[in-house]
């Protein structure tokens, strides 16, 4: 305030009075109370607001933000404060868990159980995948076949040891597909083999489809979708999905990549991915276990060639679509982050945090570029708070989530040093929240499943198939934790959840009779480098005895099950020191 030191004449406010006296009430407005610095007896009258309740209920119409802001509205200032943030008690986590039976009271007495009988795999599997993915897969699999001449004629059943065997080889990794049905032992497959013939995978595999073809809308007409041939099952997915999670509090927003090379208008390039080339989707995902919520595949410009614009602003739109008005704190990079979209989730109760670029249109720190190592910089306005931060280069940072505060973490060093750093408390919920939907690709890629294709829908579908095995594997670890129970880690889900999709399947090509193994015999005429073993399968002509002309009394060839490890040649053992004998000549 000015004023004359001669006769104490007021001479007015200037303008930093002016902009501590607009705080100060807005202060009084949204938290109920004045600054310990404000002067009380000021003969400014400030009317009093309604007292922040911090524990008032989040459905309630009281709790609403008491003003629709807009980007007009915004008035920046370095004099910052706490900023408003209502309590999230919304519903989090499984909706519901499989059913737990009971087993026999004799069990528990003998110490042979506890009481429970815990469900198996694919029941939280079959949570995420209902009846109506597989009566579906079945129906538009066979017309497929009858509309190229084929009769596949498969069943659910098969359908489920088809996707069980094809889990399996997610676990159980070889170069080649057919080698899964080799019979040579040292490949360990015989469970598949048993459990499908190779013949029969691959006409399923060939049939294999999601829509009727026939009745696709051609690019132009009304209802043309560029992922129609997967469209049904996306649907399906998404909103079981939705319905059998409840999200937490932290959501994290980023982009994930289906890998494909092939030949398709939306495929895009990402160098800076561990995929770089590939499908990509929008995923809104758990920031705690990488649950994926909600998901949208990105299929590029729109029909008439224009680029999308604000593309971001509407990916966080859409996927936040069921999780709005109810105080959720979402996170994001730079590529969604703006000053509209704050602004809009503010307005529709959901706060923000995310890295934002310094060009971005409105952003107030564009002019910030380079400041002192540590320094930080704050600019305010309403609840949004911009931050730029110095480390190896200048982090900018927008957030409605938290106030504009330093906090002391430790980091180490190449050298292995550990060092206190302080950071804005913004960017410390920013690394420690966005990481969900990372987390997720991580534990799909683990025993990631499905074959290459020349079909571009198909990596999708197998992506649809490994994210549900991912959630269903979150829901089975928060139940296990639940009833105190030590849960399988993944691998150990993933093989019980094929062994549950397979079932009790046989071929009907497969052997019953156990094959004879290869067994090393053991004889001194051994010569050296050439043993005489003992061969898998039925019994074929000795070589030599063949050469001699010599015949068993039936007339037939005489036959040996043993022969040559190296010549690869079945001989008699007494055939065996002279056909080497002979060679040797």
Known sequence: MASSDSDGDFDGFDAYDVECAELKQKEVINDGELDDN??????????????????????????????????????????????????????????NFPNVGQIDIESMIDGAGDGFKLPPASAYFDQLIPNTFWETLKLETNRYSSQNGRNVNISVGELKTFIGITMLMGLIVLPSLKQYWLSDPSLNSDFIRKCM?????????????LTDSTKQPAKGEDGFDRLYKVRPMIDMCKKSFREQYDPPQNISIDEGMVKYKGRLGFVQYMPMKPTKRGIKVWIAAASDTGYVHAFNVYTGKSLDGVQEKNLGHKVVMDLMETMLYEYRHVYF???????????????????????????????????????????????????LIATAWQDKKTVHILSTNCDAEMSVVQRRTRAGIIENVSKPLCIINYNKCMGGVDLGDQLRQYYSFGRTSLKWWRYLFYFLLNVACVNSFLIYKLHMKALGKTPMTQLEFRHSLAKCLIGGAVSKSYRRTPKRKLENVFDESNISGHSLVHFSGRKRVCVLCSASGKRAPSGRGIQSSFGCNICSVNLCKTCFPLYHASQSK
């Open 38 to 95: 404000f002067d009380d007896e000021s003969d400014i009258e400030i009317e009093q607001g309604l007292e922040y309740d911090s524990s008032g209920d989040s459905s309630s119409e009281n709790d609403d933000f008491e003003d629709v802001l807009n980007r007009d509205d915004l008035e920046w200032s370095q004099i910052t404060r706490k900023v408003i943030i209502k309590r999230f008690s919304a519903k989090q986590g499984p909706t």
């Open 197 to 209: 013939s190779r013949d029969r995978y691959f006409a399923i595999q060939r049939d294999l489809h």
């Open 333 to 383: 990079d730079n590529f969604f982050t703006s000053i509209d979209l704050a602004i809009e989730l503010l307005n529709k109760k959901t706060y923000c945090c995310g890295t934002i670029r310094s060009n971005r249109k409105y952003y107030p720190l564009s002019h910030v570029h380079k400041l002192a190592k540590g320094s930080t910089k704050f600019i305010q306005s309403n609840n």
